[in-house]
Structures are given as structure tokens and as C-alpha cells.
């Protein structure tokens, strides 16, 4: 039987869909069946044996449509293996420990226990000043936050090669 891996992801200007699609890749390249979606567009997650739900986190917060595909899909999420990713510190270092606090949304932690996640891995993102509306501009000026793309693809294609292993092995969820 194939093993079907969905991939739903929340974006603002584009960096985590990068890290989605990238996920995606590592685990076709392992001989999973995998779809590659903005969460908002997701379909059923019933309609798979594993999902992977990621979201660019702002000010401690996933995208609505993110949150939004967690809370409505709990119960389903709950019957399948479940792995989360958040992208959002920017700069080098740990990931993890820069974020800090706001690397996980508090307002999910309770669903995401209840599902019985996997794992929750927070990567660097990017940024790019052109695609900045002025306000973020500003405050990205002000605060003197790095500039640039500061994912880490090596350490997203090893989480992503760790959910391949474990849904080959048949680790049950």
C-alpha cells in the first residue's frame, strides 16, 4: 500500500512554502506519495496516512489558515501520524532557542497535544525588504531584525529524511 503524505503549509510572502516544498521533495525522493498545499486549499487529511502542517509564525502566532486547518481537522489529525514545523526567527544559531516562547503558538499547544505530534521543528525563514508593506518595513528598520533568507536546508531535508524513515518503518502513531 502506498503511503500518502500531505504537506499543508500557511505563507505570507513565501519563504515557508519553500520549506514545504522542500519537505515535499525529501520524502518523494524517499517513495512517498506526497501533495504539496497551502492550508487554506488542503483537503481531507482522512484522505492520507501521515500530514505534515507547517506555518510562518508572526508575533507568536501561525497564519490563520494553518491554525485554522489544525482546529478543524483535530479529530482526523488525531488518527494519523502528525508532524508540525514553524518557520519565522530569523538569523543563525539555534532556531529553536531563538524563537524561544513564540516558537510554538501557546493558543495550539493544547490541540497539538492532543493530537499526539510527532514532533515540531522551528526553522529560520527569510525575509525580503521589497515585499514588505510599509508598516513591516518600519518595523523591521526599528528593531534592527536581520534581513535576508536564513533557511537552513540541510536541517529541513533531516527532519524531512526523519518523517521518511519513521512512516517507512511503520512506527505506529
Known amino acids: 500500500m502506498e503511503t500518502r503524505v500531505l504537506v499543508a503549509y500557511a505563507t505570507k510572502y ?20 506526497v501533495d504539496v498545499q497551502p492550508a487554506g486549499q488542503a483537503g481531507d487529511p482522512a484522505a ?5 502542517l507547517g506555518s510562518a509564525v508572526y508575533i507568536g502566532k501561525w497564519r490563520k489558515e494553518a491554525a485554522k486547518y489544525l482546529r478543524d481537522n483535530e479529530q482526523a489529525l488525531s488518527q494519523r ?16 532557542e531563538q524563537a524561544g516562547e513564540l ?12 493530537i499526539k505530534v510527532r514532533d515540531v521543528a522551528v526553522f529560520f525563514g527569510a525575509v525580503d525588504p521589497e ?7 518600519w518595523m523591521f528598520k526599528n528593531v534592527k531584525s536581520p534581513v535576508g533568507d536564513f533557511r537552513d536546508w540541510d536541517a529541513i531535508a533531516a527532519w524531512a529524511e526523519g518523517i521518511a524513515a519513521a512512516l517507512k518503518e511503520g512506527q505506529p502513531a
Not at 14 to 33: F, H, S, W, Y
Not at 82 to 92: A, D, H, I, T
Not at 131 to 137: Q, R
Request: hydrophobic share 40%; no cysteine; glycine share 16%.
Open 103 to 114: 516558537g510554538f503558538p501557546k493558543d495550539l499547544r493544547p490541540i497539538a497535544d492532543r
Open 131 to 137: 515585499k514588505l508593506n510599509p508598516l513591516e518595513g
Open 14 to 33: 513565501g519563504a515557508t512554502a519553500g520549506i514545504a516544498e522542500k519537505i515535499g521533495q525529501v520524502l518523494r525522493d524517499a517513495g512517498l506519495t
Open 81 to 96: 501520524p502528525v508532524w508540525l514545523f514553524n518557520s519565522g526567527p530569523l538569523g543563525e544559531g539555534n532556531a529553536t
Open 48 to 52: 492520507y496516512q501521515a500530514v505534515v
